[in-house]
């Protein structure tokens, strides 16, 4: 199981970036996938996940109405859009699953077995 995230950047507050998370060794039609981030000095968040069989996404409550995290399952891959993008939102981003979960909610605020690496999102001017 191999995750790959990228996308990452710096942006101006307001500004849009897609994150993507390509995948390998597992399909996209059953385990709950998602975004997670961390910045300096502060605990990690769950910040979208996704259950792959039903489609059912879960959002942080920071992040909700800006992010919106989607899949491509011929692509083996899953992304994270986000617009209206803040300096708090600064942070290192990383995916991650758990192929024994495939609850939305239950990844967000649990954590993943697998993750991918970090990719940085800046947001300043």
């Known amino acids: 199981v191999q995750l790959q995230a990228s996308g990452g950047g710096l942006v101006q507050p307001g500004g849009s970036l897609r994150l993507s998370c390509a995948v390998s060794?597992?399909?996209?039609?059953?385990?709950?996938v998602g975004w997670f981030r961390q910045a300096p000095g502060k605990e990690r968040e769950g910040v979208s996940c996704?259950?792959?069989?039903?489609?059912?996404?879960h959002y942080s409550d920071s992040v909700k109405g800006r992010f919106t995290i989607s899949r491509d399952a011929a692509k083996n891959t899953f992304y994270l859009q986000m617009d209206n993008l803040r300096p708090e939102d600064t942070a290192v981003y990383y995916c991650?699953?758990?192929?024994?979960?495939?609850?939305?909610?239950?990844?967000?605020?649990?954590?993943?077995?697998?993750w991918g690496q970090g990719t940085l999102v800046t947001v300043s001017s």
């Open positions: 996704l259950s792959t069989w039903n489609d059912i996404t």
């Open positions: 991650g699953t758990h192929l024994g979960q495939s609850s939305s909610y239950a990844l967000c605020t649990t954590s993943p077995s697998n």
């Open positions: 060794g597992f399909l996209l039609d059953r385990p709950a």
